[in-house]
């Protein structure tokens, strides 16, 4: 028997040879893989703390319930933070996602844009607002779109700007103010916002209909994205076709009078800039063979959005503000006496006098640190993130929002109060993040900044105005904007 087991000892080895070796080779992998073997070990992944609910709902109804009520943070975000810390995970419309407050995550977080993280919106906006636009553009593809945009808002671009934002906001107040008793201050403003893209940035004419196509794709590009018809998704789609076919015929237009332009003066490549508007720009891009026809669409159709509900929204509660806070009125008020009044009769503003408007600006930024037109946006990690401890993995969502700093006591003390005169100095970076930071920070600050201003102007000086429900409620859905669309009282001022 034991010489049996001598002689077949070697052939039992040979034929469990094979089976040995696998056993090791696994063991060595699993030692790369975790590190548990071998004494050398990898740290260990932790996820943020927090609740990740039902599965797909997860805390999504809590979060619209906060939301529609405008109190994300006060219903949302602060019950969270006291119970998990400044950095928690939820789960929200279907994604597991991690809520971030703080300037350091903002900092992270916004300028790790596609290093780290990418922006991630709902698939309806992106249906909506196409997918060549902006918004959905990486790394040199976005730089390029977005360098476009800037120089039409650098320096000169600017100057050029206010008096073309003032004649179209004298024009408005002229059609829609004058002659009135009461109108609806928000609904005044997306008007004049729409006219202002269109006409002072992109030099489109806007015709009869094109706001109401326009708010019909705004009204979907939140919506679940269900094409059944009649649903809000279904009607944004038909309006988005109709859009792009007017834009498809608008551009085609200008590049053929462009390229003609071109002809005459010799030289190729494109020409026609000079007029610096926006939309020709893009088109001389196109003309050069540097983006595509879609990408000058989408991107139209992009700006719109992305102008429309913020810059209203903002002056609507710089108004509220004001109404609220009449030593506050008063002061601006006098700011844009004095302004008027170092100007001739018929004498347009300059870029030099909206410097002038300090006040004016610090109240706007005290009013956005309160109710900001966009209280903050989804990112997607694009690789396992480690951060403050945790770990982030791919995919998932990461959701900063501006109240993690803008309400903090830490940084603006008494939060809650109104007081432009925090702004009288500058607030340290990523502290105060209305136009958000980072690579994907507003592309369109200036002219929110430029038309908020210009507004402001002609409406102290050219009326007398109250606020009909003081105290009107603030909804969202899912930007924020005044329930019952701000009714103003108003009459020319006599003196
Ligand atoms: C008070 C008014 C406005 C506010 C509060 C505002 C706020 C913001 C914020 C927070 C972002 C960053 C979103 C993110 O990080 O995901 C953003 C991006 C953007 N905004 Fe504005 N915005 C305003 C007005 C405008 C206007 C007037 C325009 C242009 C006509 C504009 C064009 C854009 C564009 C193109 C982007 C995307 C930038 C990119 O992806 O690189 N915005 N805005």
New binding site residues.
Partial sequence: MALEMNLYLPLILSALMPIILLYFISLIHKNNNNGSYFGKKKKKKILPPGEMGLPWIGETLEFYRAQKKNRIFEEFIQPRTAKHGAIFKTRLMGSPTVLVSGAAANRFF?SN?FKLVV?S?PSSSVQLMGRN???E?QGDR?RS??AV?ATS?NSAGLEKLVPKLCSSVEDHLKTHWVGKDTLSLYRSTKLL?FS??FEC?LGIKVEDGMLEMFERVLEGVFAPPVEFPGSKFWRAKRARTQIEKMLVEIVRKRKNEMELEQNIKGGGGGGGEEDGMLLSRLIASLIRGEISEEEVVD?VV???F???D??S???AMVCRALAHHPNCYQHLLQEHVEIMGSKKPGETLTLDDTQKMKYTWQV?RES?RLF???F????KAIVDIDYQGFTIPKGWKIL?T?YGTHLDEDIFKDPLSFDPSRFEEPVPPYVY?????????????Q???L??LVFMHFMVTRFDWSLVHPDEPITMDPLPFPCYGMPINISPKTS
């Fill in positions: 916004l844009e922006s919106w636009s902006i918004m553009k976005h779109i977005r945009i808002l916002t202002v893209v940035l991107n992009l700006l719109v992305a102008a429309h913020t810059t929204f903002a002056i706007t956005m900001p037109p966009i903050g946006s989804f990112r900063w501006t993040v209305p136009f958000g930071g980072g690579p994907r920070m507003c592309a369109g600050y002219l929110a900044r038309n908020i």
